[in-house]
Nanobody, 123 residues
Framework: VQLQASGGGSVQPGGSLRLSCAAS????????MAWYRQVPGKQRELVAV???????NYADSVKGRFTISRHNAKNTWYLEMNSLKPEDTALYYC??????????????????WGQGTLVTVSS
């Protein structure tokens, strides 16, 4: 299973970006889908998570500005980021709890990470 993140870039304070993450592979079931971020010298932090049932949870620092959503049929999830601030500058990683089946129909649970996409907020 591979996760491919995209949508990062440079934006001025107050601007918007939309991140996407797509999971590739066959016979997948994805439970929680999440976005994390990390700046140099700090621990990776959870930004937002969405469950298979559609429940969401956000870091206090992004509540009201960021929205996480998912498209189950496409195994894709998104992070809509509005009113961006310089402190949102970070490398953003997508993450998912994935269940897939091998060729022998053996279920395998895996915690998967994307490669990271850089978001820079600066004037």
């Amino acid at each position: 299973v591979q996760l491919q993140a995209s949508g990062g870039g440079s934006v001025q304070p107050g601007g918007s970006l939309r991140l996407s993450c797509a999971a590739s592979g066959s016979r997948l079931r994805i439970d929680d889908m999440a976005w994390y971020r990390q700046v140099p010298g700090k621990q990776r932090e959870l930004v937002a998570v969405i469950t298979s049932g559609g429940s969401t949870n956000y870091a206090d620092s992004v509540k009201g500005r960021f929205t996480i959503s998912r498209h189950n049929a496409k195994n894709t999830w998104y992070l809509e980021m509005n009113s961006l601030k310089p402190e949102d500058t970070a490398l953003y990683y997508c993450n998912a709890q994935v269940l897939y089946y091998t060729d022998y129909d053996t279920p395998v649970a895996e915690n998967c990470w994307g490669q990271g996409t850089l978001v820079t907020v600066s004037s």
